[in-house]
Nanobody, 116 residues
Framework: QVQLVESGGGLVQAGGSLRLSCAASGSLSNFRVLGWHRQAPGNQRELVASVTSGLGVVYAESVKGRFTFSRDDASNTFYLQMNNLKPEDTAVYSC??????????WGQGTQVTVSL
């Protein structure tokens, strides 16, 4: 079972930036899908960004042009750069990986709070 450790959440003012990191205990090449998700209080979890092997990055409409997915295979880490943050981006953000057998592993989640 892969372990995922997230970091980078926090409190930021609207218009600010944060970069979330997700460090995996194994090689990212073992996974077919890497993803970032978020869940705000009272809401269902939603996909923020994901990348599937051989395909490009898919972003939620609400974050397009503001958030950027990236990865560093040498360190088994992928990132979510979040710019121009808005109060509605406030949520617990979680990373996930899915292997070829469709098994999904999740990080513990990190809180992002955007104030006015």
């Amino acid at each position: 079972q892969v372990q995922l450790v997230e970091s980078g959440g926090g409190l930021v003012q609207a218009g600010g930036s944060l970069r979330l990191s997700c460090a995996a205990s194994g090689s990212l090449s073992n996974f077919r899908v890497l993803g970032w998700h978020r869940q705000a209080p009272g809401n269902q979890r939603e996909l923020v960004a994901s990348v599937t092997s051989g395909l490009g990055v898919v972003y939620a409409e609400s974050v397009k042009g503001r958030f950027t997915f990236s990865r560093d295979d040498a360190s088994n880490t992928f990132y979510l750069q979040m710019n121009n943050l808005k109060p509605e981006d406030t949520a617990v953000y979680s990373c996930s990986v899915r292997n070829r057998w469709l098994q999904t592993s999740w990080g513990q989640g990190t809180q992002v709070t955007v104030s006015l």
